[in-house]
């Protein structure tokens, strides 16, 4: 039980438990900062014009660049 809710995903994508939560946390930090700033440009709309859409953009490639890279190294 505790490894299907620990171990089971960071394995699937071929990470440990740490280096999942370094990952996930880095993830979540950045999407948590990012959704700020465009709460406030909505607000502000000169304020911080592309920082949403760049943080979507850089996560996407992350994410996606390091799918690939796994599977070419594997």
């Not at 370094?22 to 999407?31: D, K, N």
Request: glycine content about 6%; overall charge positive; hydrophobic content about 45%.
């Amino acid at each position: 039980m505790l490894k299907r809710i620990f171990l089971d995903h960071p394995e699937a994508v071929d990470e440990s438990y740490l280096q999942h939560l370094r990952v996930a946390s880095s993830f979540g930090l950045t999407m948590i900062l990012a959704g700020s700033a465009c709460l406030l440009h909505g607000v502000v709309p000169a304020l911080f014009t592309r920082t949403g859409s760049n943080a979507i953009r850089r996560l996407h490639e992350r994410m996606v660049g390091a799918r690939t890279s796994r599977r070419t190294v594997s």
